[in-house]
């Protein structure tokens, strides 16, 4: 992934935190598991708010070779997935507990 924009390397949104530098999600302080992949298409999303992100641009960052099978395009939809589970679960538990 691309040097962040943010000068310190992070961004924060809501409770948790990114620290694009180290690759990690942190929530209230405590590190999140989140695999690679996943992890860098949050952080191009979150780098890029407001705007389109084509599966084409996605795998470029997650697989820099020209050479896209069947099994990169699978995989960039688990990543996407995975990330959207993700966020949907957020989402979900915060409107719970309003």
């Given at each position: 992934m691309a040097e962040?924009?943010?000068?310190?390397?992070?961004?924060?949104?809501?409770?948790?935190?990114?620290?694009?530098?180290a690759g990690e999600l942190r929530k209230q302080g405590l590190k999140v598991r989140l695999q690679n992949?996943?992890?860098?298409?949050?952080a191009?999303?979150?780098?890029r708010p407001h705007e389109v992100i084509t599966r084409e641009e996605l795998?470029?960052?997650?697989?820099?070779?020209?050479?896209?099978?069947?099994?990169d395009q699978a995989s960039t939809k688990q990543s996407i997935k995975?990330?959207?589970?993700?966020?949907?679960?957020?989402?979900?538990?915060?409107f719970l507990r309003r």
């Amino acid at each position: 992934m691309a040097e962040s924009e943010y000068p310190t390397g992070r961004i924060r949104f809501g409770v948790f935190e990114v620290d694009f530098r180290a690759g990690e999600l942190r929530k209230q302080g405590l590190k999140v598991r989140l695999q690679n992949q996943p992890f860098q298409v949050l952080a191009m999303l979150l780098e890029r708010p407001h705007e389109v992100i084509t599966r084409e641009e996605l795998q470029k960052v997650l697989w820099p070779s020209d050479t896209v099978g069947d099994f990169d395009q699978a995989s960039t939809k688990q990543s996407i997935k995975s990330v959207t589970r993700w966020a949907i679960q957020r989402r979900v538990r915060a409107f719970l507990r309003r």
